[in-house]
């Protein structure tokens, strides 16, 4: 018979700019005695006791702890990168966006078609943002046939299904019917921008 005891740790990192927290687990003073069958119980006691005549190596806990901690800040810097590089993006994309609308003001005041290609340009600079931005955030858009609204759920999903209520379920499964086996009925949204 085998007995093993361990202790789970984890520690929760906030990433910031909506993109969720990581949780790094780990496992911790991990002890296992084993016994002939049948004798666990007498044999407790005593493997109790050389388990608590363990001591502790304080150098090695204090590196492990400070290779944690260098992974946490590894994470949050790469985090704080990606969201300046977001911002710069962004900063860059509204100055090209305003040097764009200047330069239309000046040249094309009274020209329609120009206005139309215009309106187009801004139109597919929008959708890009936004792809963008949802792929910066980790969501995908869909759209809810229940209301005509076009709502974010987490990416990576293949399938989003609505009961018209306000919920969704998300589903990898192209197989996966939320209808079968309940009395509420799920509608498949399709993919939004």
Same mark, same amino acid.
């Given at each position: +018979?085998?007995?093993? !005891?361990?202790?789970? +740790?984890?520690?929760?990192?906030?990433?910031?700019?909506?993109?969720?927290?990581?949780?790094?687990? #780990?496992?911790? $003073? #991990?002890?296992?005695?084993? =016994? /002939?069958?049948?004798?666990?119980?007498?044999? #407790?006691?005593?493997?109790?006791?050389?388990? !608590?005549?363990?001591?502790?190596?304080g150098?090695?806990?204090?590196?492990? &702890?400070?290779?944690?901690?260098?992974?946490?800040?590894? !994470?949050?810097?790469?985090?704080?990168?990606?969201?300046a590089?977001?911002?710069q993006?962004? !900063?860059?994309?509204?100055?090209?966006?305003?040097?764009?609308?200047?330069? $239309?003001?000046?040249?094309?005041?009274?020209?329609?078609?120009?206005?139309?290609?215009?309106?187009?340009?801004?139109?597919?600079?929008?959708?890009?943002a936004?792809? $963008?931005? &949802? #792929?910066?955030?980790?969501?995908?858009?869909?759209?809810? /046939?229940?209301?005509?609204?076009?709502? +974010?759920?987490?990416?990576? $999903?293949?399938?989003?299904? =609505?009961?018209?209520?306000? +919920?969704?379920?998300?589903?990898?499964?192209?197989?996966?019917? /939320?209808?079968?086996? =309940?009395?509420?009925?799920?509608?498949?949204? /399709?993919?939004?921008s």
């Open positions: +018979e085998e007995e093993i !005891r361990t202790v789970a +740790e984890h520690v929760r990192v906030s990433m910031g700019f909506g993109m969720g927290e990581t949780v790094y687990w #780990t496992l911790g $003073y #991990t002890l296992a005695h084993r =016994t /002939p069958a049948g004798s666990l119980a007498e044999m #407790t006691t005593l493997c109790d006791a050389v388990h !608590r005549s363990l001591q502790w190596n150098q090695w806990r204090a590196t492990v &702890q400070q290779i944690t901690q260098m992974m946490v800040q590894n !994470r949050i810097q790469q985090m704080n990168q990606v969201g590089a977001a911002r993006i962004a !900063r860059s994309q509204s100055q090209i966006g305003d040097m764009i609308w200047e330069g $239309y003001q000046s040249r094309q005041r009274t020209d329609d078609a120009m206005w139309d290609r215009w309106s187009q340009r801004q139109n597919t600079m929008d959708r890009l936004d792809s $963008y931005s &949802q #792929t910066i955030r980790g969501v995908d858009a869909y759209v809810d /046939p229940s209301t005509g609204r076009s709502v +974010e759920m987490p990416g990576g $999903y293949r399938q989003a299904w =609505t009961n018209g209520l306000g +919920e969704y379920i998300l589903s990898d499964d192209v197989n996966y019917d /939320p209808n079968l086996g =309940t009395n509420v009925s799920w509608t498949e949204m /399709p993919r939004g």
